[in-house]
């Protein structure tokens, strides 16, 4: 069984960096740091997914992704009316059978609770990690997506509720615990400095420039 994990990143990735701080310089952090996290599973394939309505602009997404990943990490340009479909619709075209879409400013996300979703997928047809202030913060499907979610935005605040609503029965959707997003300057809080990990965001938000893009 083939699994992915996609680090999904969109225009909105990193657009509400703290005072003093590089928006794109901020959205590159948390796009490495997000991918280091699936980077580190194992029986599972890492990669990003980049997301825009606009071609050009998904573009500009993929090209900026592709230089904070390992070499030879497929980072794939999805469009569509919305990016949970459209990107789970490039993995599957990848061979993907499931799959695991994490939002790019997660980037503390624990991998327990990766592996938690994967194996929801054993009973269910999509499982998903709630965002503590609304949304989701990651969304696992088996693949290809089934019909009944409709058009998932992992950004919309009533997503879990629609998802709840539409499924068929009660187990073809599953729930793990939640965690939190960096979506505004006061989620930085919510890093825990003792926490292993984010050494980009981390060193990005103590005023040093981290570790250069990766290279063969």
């Known amino acids: 069984m083939e699994r992915m994990a996609a680090v999904l990143i969109t225009s909105r990735t990193g657009a509400a960096p703290p005072p003093g701080v590089d928006r794109g310089s901020f959205a590159s ?8 996290v699936l980077a580190g599973l194992e029986l599972c394939e890492s990669t990003v997914v980049a997301w ?41 075209g990848h ?30 047809e999509v499982a998903v990690c709630p965002a ?18 409709g058009e998932p935005d992992l950004d919309d605040p009533d997503v879990l509720g629609a998802l709840t609503s539409a499924r068929p029965e009660r187990r073809a ?8 997003r960096l979506r ?8 825990d400095p003792g926490l292993e990990g984010w050494e980009n965001t981390r060193a990005l938000l103590a005023g ?5 893009p990766k290279s063969g």
């Open 173 to 180: 959707l599953s729930t793990v615990p939640g965690w939190h």
């Open 95 to 124: 061979g993907a059978e499931q799959a695991v879409l994490v939002s790019a400013d997660a980037p503390d996300l624990p991998p327990l609770l990766i592996g938690k979703l994967f194996r929801a997928l054993g009973n269910a």
């Open 208 to 212: 040093r420039t981290g570790p250069p």
């Open 52 to 92: 825009d309505a606009l071609p050009e602009r998904a573009d500009s997404l993929a090209a900026a992704a592709a230089e904070v990943v390992w070499p030879g990490t497929p980072v794939f340009r999805a469009g569509g009316s919305t990016s949970v479909r459209g990107a789970l619709e490039k993995l599957t």
């Open 29 to 36: 952090a948390l796009t490495e740091d997000s991918y280091e």
């Open 132 to 149: 503590e202030s609304g949304g989701l913060v990651a969304l696992a499907a088996r693949l290809p997506f089934p019909e009944w979610p």
């Open 184 to 191: 505004g300057p006061a989620d930085i809080s919510r890093l």
